[in-house]
């Protein structure tokens, strides 16, 4: 009850929330309800707003290399567990003693979920090459599906027989790829984990 009583304390609260939709999100992914995308997650950027430092922050959380709602459940567990540790022996009710604590608390939960979220990368990368060895993927098109492309950040998929092949793919050659944009798969970079693709229209398939 203790517990209970400091979740649902007024600093504690957002993050009680986020942590719940986070649990619930989980919950429907166990019974079926929902699917959790495979292989590997993206977040969408657009390159024109944010800037370097937002594909910087992303890149830091290993976004593109994990599922983003793997990221999300870090960090919304690493925010509420801080909160709740930070208002029971300092803050107490006093809004003003939370609002202090939330700029530590972002920073050590952000540099945590950058720690736990590494072998997470690892695992999806090994994952996903052992996946490429048994599909040949060069020469195949592949259907964009985040907001754009870009040097730092993108994602398609191939269909397939069962569950579709997700790919980090970058531009070639500046190429300009969007939403539901039909590509091919020229080359792999498999330093970086990245297959470089060129826009394609059906014309030409």
Not at 114 to 131: D, I, N, T, Y
Not at 153 to 179: D, H, W, Y
Not at 183 to 198: P, Q, T
Request: glycine share 12%; charged share 15%; aromatic share 8%.
């Amino acid at each position: 009850m203790e517990v209970l009583r400091e979740a649902i304390a007024l600093p504690n609260l957002p993050f009680t929330v986020l942590l719940a939709g986070v649990v619930g999100y989980w919950l429907m992914v166990a019974v079926g309800v929902l699917d959790m995308e495979g292989g590997e997650g993206s977040m969408e950027v657009n390159g024109d707003v944010g800037g370097g430092w937002l594909s910087g922050i992303t890149q830091f959380l290993n976004l593109g290399r994990v599922p983003v709602m793997v990221v999300v459940s870090l960090l919304a567990l690493f925010l509420w567990m801080f909160s709740m540790i930070g208002t029971h022996y300092w803050a107490g009710n006093s809004l003003a003693r939370a609002l202090v604590l939330l700029v530590p608390n972002l920073a050590l939960s952000l540099g945590l979920t950058w720690v736990a979220s590494r072998p997470v990368a690892a695992f999806f990368r090994k994952l996903s090459a052992e996946g490429d060895e048994h599909v040949p993927l060069i020469g195949q098109t592949c259907e964009i599906t985040t907001s754009t492309v870009t040097e730092a950040l993108g994602q398609a998929q191939v269909t397939r027989k069962g569950s579709p092949v997700v790919l980090n793919v970058r531009p070639l050659e500046g190429e300009r790829l969007a939403r539901g944009d039909t590509a091919l798969i020229v080359s792999k970079d498999a330093g970086r984990g990245v297959y470089y693709v060129r826009r394609v229209s059906s014309e030409t398939l």
